[in-house]
Structure formats: structure tokens, C-alpha cells
């Protein structure tokens, strides 16, 4: 049953709204950073190993040991622009929203995405490695459909690079926790982003 739930966690379907956000990717192709797939598969494997399987990762390990308010909101305020904070404020509001319906309790305030899905987690029994598998394959299904719609890529293109960055998730979550944020490329496009004229995504 803890299989069929980590599937339920990291399933696209998930009624958390992750299809409505690109977390960058939107204004890195506006930039003509990325443009076809070689590029996307590039973008999103920089921001997969040098933000999400740092900072997000540690803190969802953590938080999988038991909730922290003072994590939690250690988390928000490494949120470098204010799309990226609003991002995993709704995605963890609604995510705990959906919990409680299934009596799945998230003590924290305004929890952020790491913090709600770790709750899921220890709730559901799922191990923390493979929680951490699922959350960064969540992430990087979400990017890879992002950059389908943005770009636009072929559903072929997007299964590659799911194909090729997926192959990496066990190495990068067996890998001891950095606890770092540095990605001033990601930073500086998500501010852009935020006055961009026409885009499909909200961040």
C-alpha cells in the first residue's frame, strides 16, 4: 500500500496546481537561454542539482524526521524572489488543505511544499528515501511539462529527458544533505519573469 500512496504523492494529478507554475524555465525561454531540447535538458538539470536537490531536498528530509515551524519558515525566506515564495506557499496550502480532508494532519503554519509533503509521507509510511525520490521526480516531471508547453517541445523530447535526469534521482537523494542555495541565474530570471509581458505560467 505504501507504493500505491508514493504514487498518489508524486502523480501529476495531484490537485496542488504544480501545472500552473515553471519555477523560471518560462522567462529562461523568453531569454533565448533555452530553446530547443538540448537546452531545456540542460536548464532543468542545473536547477534540479543546484537548487531543488539542495536546499528543497534538505529541507524535506528534515522536515520528514518531524514538522519545524522554524524550518518551515527558515525555507520561506530562502525563497529568493517573490514568485518562488508565493509558488510554495499555494502548493503547500493546498496540499495540507487536501490532507485534511483525508484526516492527515500538518501542524505548521502557512506550510510551505517540502513541509506539507513530508507530513503526507510519514503519515502514509512512505520511506524517506523514497520520499525524496518522488518529490524530486515531481519536480522534475512538472519541469519537463513546463518546457513541452514553453519552448515548445515534442511529448518525445519531454520523455527523454525524463528518460536521462530521472536516471539520476537515486544518486543525487543518496548524496549527504548540502543545505545550499546559490543559483543566481534562476534568481535573476525568476525576478524577470514576475514584469513579463506574455507568459503562460504563474512563476
Known sequence: MSLARLLQLASPTLPVGAYSYSQGLEAAVEAGIVTDAASAERWIADVLELSAARMELAVLRSQLEGPSQALNDFFLASRETAELRAETLQMGHSLAKLLAELAIDVPIAEPALPTAFACAARAWGISPHDAAVAY?????????????????????????????????????????????????????LSARHETQYSRLFRS
Open 136 to 188: 524530486l521526480w515531481s519536480w522534475l516531471e512538472n519541469q519537463v511539462m513546463a518546457a513541452v508547453k514553453a519552448v515548445p517541445l515534442g511529448q518525445t523530447a519531454g520523455q527523454k529527458i525524463l528518460l536521462e535526469l530521472g536516471g539520476r534521482l537515486n544518486a543525487i537523494v543518496e548524496q549527504e544533505a548540502q543545505w545550499f542555495n546559490f543559483a543566481p541565474g534562476l534568481a535573476f
